[in-house]
């Protein structure tokens, strides 16, 4: 215990500047956080505050390498490669030096960045008790990114050796991960839920690997054994993607199925009237080899509650013919259902009965199956989301904040007048990853201007952020604004503009999307000749293919 005392005390000498960088650099990013800096853009100018302004926007960018820099700094001082290093010839207890090792990584990497998570959320008033399952998380994959950090250490050297092998490594995975993926099926693209765990699976890897790896290399110091087996744990984590089954992704969705969508089901109709339906968004008309590959089949969707909506993320489907091998289909584009008894409260509105679009993954497979009449089957993988709208009132001249709750978030309506435009933003708070899908803020009447501002998120089973425990969204946008009593000849392009500020009975129609769950269904439709579904045949049907309505990109903040 002594000796480990000596050597952290004397780590902690050594390392002063950089464990001063590290834990600057984490006040930083909370001072960010909760003042929502480096979130947009910055003007620099010749001010005192320059320095600190540009050092609090990169402060985020900043700390993960200021981290590698402390880590491999504290095991480079008894480093674990080489015959000259001088505790080898000292009688150090090496287990008791690898413990000291990770309590050093403990106190000045993972502490301080816990004790930021939570000076954060007691800031911004977050309840703590609903964050303590998302710390800890948050401590586990940080604890996992540090014993990756203390293996390539202890490997290595030289700091230099140690940027050479953080990158070799970083390219091998993706190098790994590519080919894998490429060679098999990706379960990255198949279902969110399989994404989640296939990244439990690859930290829980990781994170043996380091806990091995460590403790070997420190007590045998055999490099190049210790190297070989780095290696052979990166190449099973690429087998586990390259193999990882697709009827495990199914089970998976279905396990975590949501209870609120148990009632919802996709039903195939030929006879629904195609002018009640909302075509997707196609393939870009230059690209022909794609649109000739398109199916696109009707849709009713049943048992949706009136404040709930599902949305077709993906699918994988089948179509089976006795004569021809089987042909693959995917969905290149989401399709939204929802209630037809509550359409106010959805925006972008759409309906129960849509097209769901199916594209063939092989064009010679599509040709020869195309005028065969089969089956085609598979799941759709479908995300429901509840819809909060308000109305709020906008002053004639709009300017200051208006603090309000919707939904599960603490929002904030902030409007300014600037070079005769009103820049308007909703600004929505809540705890990382997040239930809020969607924010979308809309003025009705719409004025000369966008008048609109939309924003998509991840749901609640995305990752969540590596650094922040808080998430935000938000939505803005600005239209043209003049003063009121204002005299003509200050604007010469008044035909352009508001005739005398922001109309009294406009107001501000925000709609938050809250994630509830997804779901998968079966869908078999049979008697199915490709060719008689495809953009040609609707056309000989008279149905016009316009932009898609509903597809609005919106802007990401």
């Known amino acids: 215990m002594r000796q480990m005392v000596h050597v952290f005390e004397k780590d902690c000498r050594h390392l002063w500047p950089t464990i001063c960088a590290v834990l600057l650099l984490i006040a930083l990013h909370a001072y960010a956080d909760v003042t929502e800096v480096g979130s947009e853009a910055i003007a620099i100018g010749w001010s005192p505050f320059t320095l600190f302004y540009l050092l609090v926007g ?164 055999r490099t190049g054994l210790s190297t070989a087996i780095a290696i052979g744990f990166l190449f099973a984590g690429s087998m586990i993607v390259a193999f990882w089954p697709e009827r495990l992704t199914v089970y998976l969705e279905r396990r975590n199925a949501s209870a609120e969508l148990s009632n919802v089901r996709l039903r195939p109709d030929p006879q629904l009237q195609p002018s009640g339906l909302s075509l997707p968004a196609l393939p870009d008309a230059g690209d022909e080899k794609p649109r000739s590959r398109l199916i696109l089949f009707p849709f009713e969707a049943t048992g949706l509650p009136n404040d709930v909506g599902v949305e077709l993320t993906t699918s994988s489907a089948e179509f089976q013919s006795p004569a021809h091998p089987p042909v693959q289909f995917s969905s290149p584009n989401n399709v939204r259902f929802q209630s037809s008894s509550n359409a106010d409260s959805f ?50 001249d709009p300017v200051g904040e208006q603090a309000f709750n919707i939904g599960p978030d603490h929002c904030v309506l902030a409007s300014s007048v600037r070079s005769r435009k009103v820049d308007v933003t909703v600004r929505c708070l809540g705890l990382e990853p997040g239930r809020v899908s969607g924010l979308t803020a809309m003025l009705t009447p719409l004025p000369n201007g966008s008048g609109k501002g939309q924003t998509q998120v991840g749901g609640p089973d995305t990752w969540p952020a590596f650094f922040t425990p808080v998430n935000r969204i938000s939505a803005s946008f600005q239209f043209d604004y003049v003063p009121a009593y204002s005299p003509s000849w200050a604007h010469p392009n008044s035909e352009t503009l508001e005739p005398s500020g922001v109309a009294p009975n406009r107001r501000l129609d925000i709609y938050l999307e809250e994630a509830v769950g997804r779901v998968v269904r079966d869908f078999r439709i049979e008697h199915l000749r490709p060719a008689d579904y495809d953009i040609p045949a609707w056309k000989q049907r008279g149905v016009p293919f316009a932009s898609d309505p509903t597809s609005t990109v919106g802007q990401k903040h």
């Open 347 to 396: 925006f972008p509105r759409t309906g129960p009965n849509q097209f769901i679009s199916f594209l063939a993954e092989n064009r010679r497979g599509h040709e020869v199956v195309r005028d065969t009449e089969g089956l085609l089957k598979g799941q759709l993988f479908l995300y429901g989301y509840r819809t909060y709208r308000l109305s709020l009132a906008l002053n004639p």
């Open 58 to 221: 990169l402060s985020g960018v900043l700390l993960p390498f200021a981290l590698l820099l402390l880590v491999a700094s504290v095991v480079h001082e008894e480093a674990a490669v080489g015959t000259e290093q001088f505790w080898l010839t000292r009688p150090y207890d090496r287990v008791g030096l690898v413990i000291e090792k990770l309590v050093f990584v403990a106190l000045f990497a993972s502490l301080p960045l816990l004790l930021h998570d939570i000076a954060v959320l007691a800031y911004l008033h977050l309840p703590l008790r609903a964050a303590g399952s998302l710390l800890l998380w948050k401590q586990a994959q940080l604890w996992v990114f540090l014993l990756i950090a203390v293996t390539l250490a202890a490997l290595t050297r030289t700091l230099a050796q140690f940027a050479l092998a953080s990158i070799g490594t970083v390219v091998l995975g993706m190098l790994l991960l590519y080919v894998s993926a490429a060679s098999g099926q990706n379960p990255f693209f198949m279902g969110p839920w399989s994404t989640v765990y296939l990244g439990l699976t690859l930290l829980l890897l990781f994170g043996v690997a380091g806990i091995i790896l460590i403790p070997h290399q420190y007590l045998r110091r």
